[in-house]
Every structure is written in C-alpha cells, then in structure tokens.
C-alpha cells in the first residue's frame, strides 16, 4: 500500500480526527513502510492498516454523531442549507466494512490506472503499430533486384544472458516474427529465419517517424480479394523455385476461391494469413508466404544506414565477434564455443586467431549448441581449416559462387586430418546448421546432441501494392549430396544425447578415438 493511497484512506475519518490526528497516522505510516521491508512485512503492515480503519473509522463516527444531529437542526431552525440525519442507528459494522473495501478497491484501481495513464504511448508508437511499421520495410526481405547478400541468421550480438529465443520464427504470423539480417539487425534480439538474405535499413527508435501514414486496416471486398489472388498466383509461376509446385499451388488457390472458402474474409491481415495457409497446404513450404502491412509499403527497398552498419560493427567487437571460448580441454582436445557465424570481412581476424590457438591440438570440438547462424561465407571460412584441399559447401540459400568453395589449404594449419566433434542442439539453426550439414556429408565431422532447428531455404520480398506482398524462395542451389536438405527436418546428430551432456559425451569420443590412435 503507498503513502498517497493511505492518505486517501485516512479521508473516510471525520474531518475532526483527520485535523487532530492525520499527520500523526501518516508520519507513523512512513516510519513503518521505511522499517518494515520485504514481501512478508509489507503484507502484514498493510493488513495492520486495514484492521485499523476497520475498527476506528465506526468508532469516531459514533463519537460525532451528536453533534451532526445537533447542527443539522440548528440550521433547520435558522433557514440555512441543512442536511439531515435520517436515521438514529449508527450504521452496521458489516455495511461500515464493504464500504471501507469498496473505497479501497475503487483507490487502487484509480491509482493503476493513473500509473498505466502515464506510460501510455500513442498508437502510432504502440508495440503492434510498430510491428507494422516494420512491415513496412519490405527490405527485410531480399529484394529480387538486390544482389544476393550473404547469409545472416540470428546472432543476438552482444547478449549477456547466453540464452538465445528460442521460438521457430518460421511457424509465426507476418506480426509475430521479423525477418531480418545480422548484419543490420543484430543488435536487436530477435528469431526469424525465414528471409535472411535481406538487407534492412536501420531499426526505428520510439522518437522516430515510421514509414507511410497509418491506415485503417484494409476491407477487402470480392474484386480486392480477386486482384490480390491474381498477383500471388503470378509472382508463384514466375519466381518460385519449383515451377511444378508452383503450379499446385495456384489451382489450389483457385479452387479454394471457387468454393467460396475466401468468401467471409474482409479484414486484410486475415486475407494474408489465409492464403498463406492455403499456400503451405500445397506446397509444405515454410517461407511461402503472404504478408500484409498496414502501413503503406515503400516502392523501392530501403537500404542499411552508416550508424547501423557502425552500430553492427561494434556490437560485434565488443562481444569478440560472438567466439565465447577456444580453449586446450584434457588429453590435447581443442574446444571452441562459436554463437554465430559472423561476418568474415569484420571478424576474419578473431576467427583466424581462434583457429590458430587450436592449431596444436589433437582432437576439434565445435560448440554450436547456442549458435544461431550468420554468413556462409564464415560457414567457409571456418571450414576451411579441416581440409587440405578446396571443398564445396553446399548452401540452400544461393547458387554457387566462387565462394562456396573452402580455401583449403590453409597456410600453417595442422588440423585438417584431426578428428573433428560438433555439438547441436534444438537452438542450432540456419548458416550452423549448413556446417553441420555440408560437414556430415563429407564425412568430416561427428554430431554430438540434438537434432538441428530446421531452417535451411530463404526468400525474397515481392510487393504486390501498397499493403500486400509475398516472400518466394527463389535461390536454385546444388545440393550434390542430396536431393533434400534439412529445411523443416533439421540435421540429425550422428550420436544423439541431451545438448546438456553434448560435450561430456564428445570429450569421451574423443579421447577413446585417440587412444585408438
């Protein structure tokens, strides 16, 4: 209970008592909320307080009773306003008690809402409105005009608690999720993997503007709903990776509109989600998708800004470009915990030491368990250490380059004929899920932990108007080990244990192999 709300309390006594008396009983509260901390104190001061009014606030009313019979009768008499006591009982306990608790109930609700009053943000800097807003940067996707950026998952740069979020970004709603890259928005904590190769601009703060004028949501009547099926089905045929499923797709979408499941639709964001599901239905891809933004989408993708590329940069020197240890463990063992994949044209030095202080040990462990990806060309960069010759790194996102191949060998490095260890767990996704993958299927490594999160295809923003648009995977990869990847299955561990006893079981792996040896 605060000192306003007593005070407040204290006016229930007659205005007699409160001049006597009510400076007394407050100074007394402050004294004892100042001694009397702690949930268990607190709690019995404010019970205290309550049997007092309880018992006292019945007690002085009787004593003035009298005198408000008296005076209301004299000004009876004498002509003058009057109020008049009806009745000579003095009220019951029980009716003095519900009224004391309606007070008090009706006071702590005012004072809430008082409190929730001041932190009130308008509605254009709300939470949700914000969520638009973001939506409203169709940059966070790859554009189909930009140039294939580098893979940037989830890195949570500079995070202090070591527990990385752990929601599937790939299951949420356009509001719920953001897709986005590292390299501009690593400094904001965040889950999305669906559309990595994007290139946002710099993220918003609460003092600053946000793109287009907030609109009412949008009501779609039958031809709206009709012009935007038609631009889905187009951009499907034409960008989508698998025409023959595109082509599923769009007569899936047609019959639905034919038998009038889309009929009883208005509202925008629930068209987009709709033809989403109707979309994943068919073609059971995750990062097929239609968004929908309130605020008006920009006609041209917005790019990164110098601040947030400096933002980025520093984020990432101050957290040692998220290597968290490389250390020599018991027998000889190199162990290196790596959170992220990070940019190699900022972080090539740290990752190049990082080897380097391994590079006299006898068995590698890899520590991906908190890694939420990054850039393939760090996924290769790091790679490149376990081989004495080129090797192609199969990467879902993009077609190959000249980069999907390791610089292998790599000058001074003695551990490209080691036994190599990479622990996973269920928190392990995209670029480090590529190096467990390309990895496994050479034939290099051993997984240790947990089957991967599953988030390997990426995609590309295509704006259909000013609030629809859609995300198409249109990156045609080789993929020369299989004809499926681990997009919704994750990699699977090649020795399967809880993440929590991942790197006990590869330190026994280990030593047992070079015993053998």
Known sequence: ??????????RLFPSG?????????????????????????????SLDLLADLAISIPREYRHIRPALIGAAVQRRLEGAPYFFVLEEESPGPGALIFGCAVSMVALSLFSSLLGHAGNHRPLSDSAD????????????FRHPTAQVADDAEDTTIGSTSGQPPTTDASHLRPDEAMPNDSQWNALLPRDSSRFPQAKPPQPQDDASPVIGTPAENVKLDAAERQRVMDAVIQNLKKYYIDPDVAGKVADALLAHEKNGDDDTVTDGGAFANLLTKQIRDVSHDM???VV????????????????????????LVLDNCTFKKAEILPHNIGYLKLNAFPDPSICQATATAAMASLNHADAIIFDLRENRGGFSTSVSLIAAYLFDHPEYM????ESPTQQSWTLSPVAGNRLADKPVYVLTSVLTISAAEQFCYDLKMLKRVTLVGETTRGSAHAGV?????????????????????????????????????????????????????????
Not at 292 to 315: C, I, V
Request: overall charge positive; glycine content about 6%.
């Open 461 to 517: 923003f295509h704006r259909i108007d000013d609030h629809f648009g859609m995300g198409i995977p249109e990156a045609r990869a080789i993929n020369p080990y299989s004809k499926t990847d681990w997009e919704g299955t994750g990699v699977e561990p090649d020795v399967k244990v809880k993440a929590a006893v991942a790197l006990e079981t590869a330190e026994k792996l280990a030593e047992s192999k070079l015993r053998k040896r």
């Open 287 to 289: 990062h097929l998708e």
């Open 17 to 45: 008592f409160r001049e006597a008396y009510g400076e007394a009983a407050l100074q007394l509260f402050r004294d004892r909320a100042r001694d009397e901390r702690g949930f268990s104190r607190t709690l019995r001061l």
């Open 129 to 140: 409105q914000r969520r638009h807003a973001a939506y409203a940067r169709p940059s966070a």
């Open 292 to 315: 929908y933004s309130q605020n008006p989408l920009p006609d041209r993708p917005l790019g990164p800004t110098p601040e947030g590329l400096a933002r980025y940069r520093k984020a």
């Open 1 to 10: 209970m605060s000192e306003k709300i007593y005070a407040c309390l204290l």
């Open 394 to 397: 199969y990467d879902p996102r």
